[in-house]
């Protein structure tokens, strides 16, 4: 058959990327990891200081919390609102590393330091405060330069209906989890829950901590007047904080059930798992 007469050739086709995580997303992911990590156990140990929530402006003993964790004739309890829970042994009132009992809102094992320091834990704690800030910022920068962050979490029309939202949903708590091309992108439910925590609950744990700086209440103070007051930026601060914990133990929770090897090594290495590629 002459060379006119040869059927063409189909072009090949397109290769997934190698690549499953930019190297600017791997660096945030353990920056970012190590640094709420260390942001939540100082942060307990300032919440150790004074152990109350409360909204508006100000806050002392006398004034009603509306969560409280202490201790009463050694009991520990937790109260929110007009509901107290006995909390013995784990919060208020617990066993020290010493074998002695201790009175402090939170344990020794969950923070630093682990002996009571105020003015030590501020240190730790805004030391990586500015860890954090800068490394979101730099990863929002690259993202945005790169298209990472309008490649991965933008939400199509298609994805937005409520019977593909529900599919997913139905997924997850079957615990089928994608397959070939399907994981290496990320489903609505993750696209949701990133968004909400990268353009939302990170930059209002800056904000939030932001406004309880007396610096800042000089220089910004209209930043008190969006949150209502240093106490309930305070409040909304560790409200946040523990919305995170929930958010990573299911990230944790989902990745074990998913296959924690390989995908602790595609967030190390950038590729994908091999039975993903």
Same mark, same amino acid.
């Given at each position: ?10 072009p090949p086709a397109k290769q997934p990327s190698a690549i499953r995580h930019p +190297? ?5 992911? &353990?920056?970012?990891?190590? $640094? @709420? %990590?260390?942001? #939540?156990?100082? =942060? !307990? ?77 501020? +240190? ?5 405060? &500015?860890?954090?800030?800068? $490394? @979101? %910022?730099?990863? #929002?920068?690259? =993202? !945005? ?12 029309r298609q994805e937005w209906r409520p019977a593909h939202i529900w599919q997913d ?7 089928r989890f994608a397959k070939g091309d399907e994981a290496g992108h990320y489903n ?34 209209? +930043? ?11 409040? @909304? ?6 919305? !995170? ?33």
């Amino acid at each position: 058959m002459s060379e006119a007469h040869k059927p063409a050739m189909p072009p090949p086709a397109k290769q997934p990327s190698a690549i499953r995580h930019p +190297l600017t997303v791997r660096l945030w992911h &353990w920056a970012n990891a190590a $640094a @709420l %990590m260390i942001l #939540l156990m100082s =942060g !307990l140990m300032i919440f150790n200081a004074h152990p109350r929530l409360y909204w508006g402006e100000y806050g002392a003993h006398d004034d009603p919390a509306w969560f409280e964790i202490g201790d009463d004739q050694g009991r520990g309890f937790i109260q929110i609102g007009d509901r107290r829970l006995d909390s013995t042994g784990i919060l208020g009132v617990y066993e020290g590393a010493d074998g002695t009992l201790k009175t402090h809102a939170f344990p020794y094992w969950a923070t630093i330091p682990s002996e009571y320091s105020l003015a030590d834990a501020r +240190l730790w704690h805004l030391a990586f405060a &500015w860890i954090f800030s800068l $490394a @979101l %910022m730099l990863y #929002l920068i690259a =993202g !945005l330069l790169k298209g990472h962050i309008r490649d991965s979490l933008h939400i199509t029309r298609q994805e937005w209906r409520p019977a593909h939202i529900w599919q997913d949903i139905k997924d997850h708590l079957r615990l089928r989890f994608a397959k070939g091309d399907e994981a290496g992108h990320y489903n609505i439910l993750q696209k949701f829950s990133y968004i909400a925590v990268i353009f939302l609950m990170l930059p209002m744990m800056i904000f939030t901590g932001l406004a309880m700086s007396p610096a800042m209440n000089a220089a910004w103070p209209w +930043l008190i007047d969006i949150f209502g007051g240093r106490q309930s930026a305070r409040s @909304l601060h560790f409200l946040i904080a523990f919305s !995170l914990i929930g958010f990573f133990a299911v990230h944790m929770v989902m990745v074990l059930l998913a296959g924690p090897v390989k995908h602790i090594r595609a967030m190390v290495t950038g590729r994908p798992p091999r039975n993903d590629a």
